[in-house]
């Protein structure tokens, strides 16, 4: 199985050099390095998932969801989806000399208001792969 943490070191790699490319640079972070004031940032979420992916007639053990929320107001979060989706959607994650699948869309959630703070928006949108 390919190891979580490298996957989220390479995840967050793909976004951020995205992410920094912008006229105002922005960042990824996985959700407990993500800051706990301010606006305009994506926290990045992986989770292991049943099945895998048929490589030849044997089944993969790893198939993973990956999911992208970013924060700020409803304008930047919108735009900030579209960067994560084009930094990460039909790519392929290499760790430790293992190439994943093209990373798919799955789903996405609406976009809502912190409940904590006025004016800061989030939502979710949602990819799979698999090794």
């Known amino acids: 199985m390919t190891a979580t943490n490298a996957q989220v070191a390479a995840l967050l790699a793909m976004l951020n050099a995205d992410l920094a490319s912008l006229s105002t ?12 004031s301010g606006r305009d940032y994506v926290i990045l979420d992986i989770s292991r998932m049943a099945g895998g992916n048929l490589r030849g007639d044997v089944l ?14 409803v304008t930047n979060v919108r735009a900030l989806l579209d960067r994560c989706t084009n930094a990460l959607e039909h790519k392929r994650v290499t760790v430790a000399g293992q190439e994943s699948t ?8 609406a976009m809502s208001e912190s409940s904590s703070q006025v004016g800061l928006w989030s939502a979710g949108r949602s990819f799979t792969y698999a090794y």
Not at 60 to 73: A, C, I, Q
């Open 102 to 109: 093209g990373i798919s869309f799955e789903t996405e959630s």
């Open 25 to 36: 640079p922005r960042s990824a972070y996985e959700r407990d390095d993500a800051p706990t």
């Open 60 to 73: 993969s053990p790893s198939r993973w969801r990956l999911t992208v929320r970013p924060v700020g107001s």
